[in-house]
């Protein structure tokens, strides 16, 4: 390990599943990971997912584009997009609703019927209670107020809150996620995927180039910032970015299109 930079080691050590950049590694093409999960979330013994795609992008022309941390497939057909935040901030009620429609609007085509729209799940996983109702798990389905009955859409949100760590299979899983150690998980599929990451070399060589990647990314939003502000020469954002000079005129030709 000794040709890693040794900062990037302690970083990789702490990281838990419950941190977006580290379970993106864990669960990218990862089909038993996610099948694991989504059996505890969804308490379903007969899942079987298909496909997993991690950091998945749905554009939209006319509005905003969003990133789906985990996006998989059954063998039903039904969607599941599983969102991790650490933050109550990314786990908003209309963040849930958008997220949703924008899945909607790119499994359909024009002709498809409406009754032929595959179900979809929205899952949050938060660190903190982000309903704040001391639940363990929320589940959010359309109802008709007048009846109670349900509208069956088959449009499902669930919040899971990670400060539920009892002895429960979800409070388990709970554990797991917030682990830095996989010899301390439970599950041993998440075990075995986060060690890979973490005491493999070539896995821990796949998570130093992604803390590489964040911290470019990191001095590239830093450039963008001041040379929006006008204020800076070229080479003195390139001094405060710690960029090269002609990847901040890069930068800045990118800006001015």
């Known amino acids: 390990m000794e040709q890693f930079n040794p900062k990037d080691l302690e970083r990789l050590q702490k990281l838990r599943l419950i941190d977006d950049d580290f379970m993106s590694k864990c669960f990218e093409d990862n089909i ?22 991690t950091q998945y992008k749905i554009k939209n022309l006319q509005g905003r584009s969003i990133i789906l941390d985990i996006y998989a497939t059954d063998k039903n057909g039904k969607k599941y997009n599983i969102e991790v935040q650490r933050s109550d901030k990314g786990a908003g009620a209309k963040r849930a609703r958008y997220n949703s429609s924008l899945i909607d609007a790119n499994i359909t085509t024009s002709g498809d019927k409406y009754e032929n729209i595959s179900e979809i799940y929205i899952i949050f996983i938060t660190e903190k209670d982000a309903l704040g109702k001391n ?56 075990a075995k995927r986060a060690s890979y990451f973490k005491e493999n070399k070539e896995g821990v060589a796949t998570m130093c180039k992604l803390l590489e990647d964040m911290r470019k990314e990191e001095r590239i939003n830093i450039a963008k910032t001041m040379l929006k502000l006008n204020k800076l020469s070229i080479e003195e954002v390139a001094q405060c970015s710690n960029l090269t000079i002609q990847e901040v005129k890069d930068i800045e030709a990118e800006l001015s299109k």
């Open 32 to 53: 038993e990971c996610t099948e694991l999960i989504l059996s505890i979330i969804l308490e379903r013994n007969d899942l079987k997912v298909q496909k997993v795609q």
């Open 135 to 190: 639940l363990p798990i929320y589940h959010i389905d359309r109802i008709i107020r007048e009846t109670g009955e349900l509208f069956g859409d088959e449009s499902h949100i669930i919040y899971v809150n990670g400060e539920n760590t009892d002895n429960s299979p979800l409070g388990i899983l709970m554990q797991d996620f917030k682990c830095t150690n996989p010899a301390d998980m439970k599950y041993k599929q998440l």
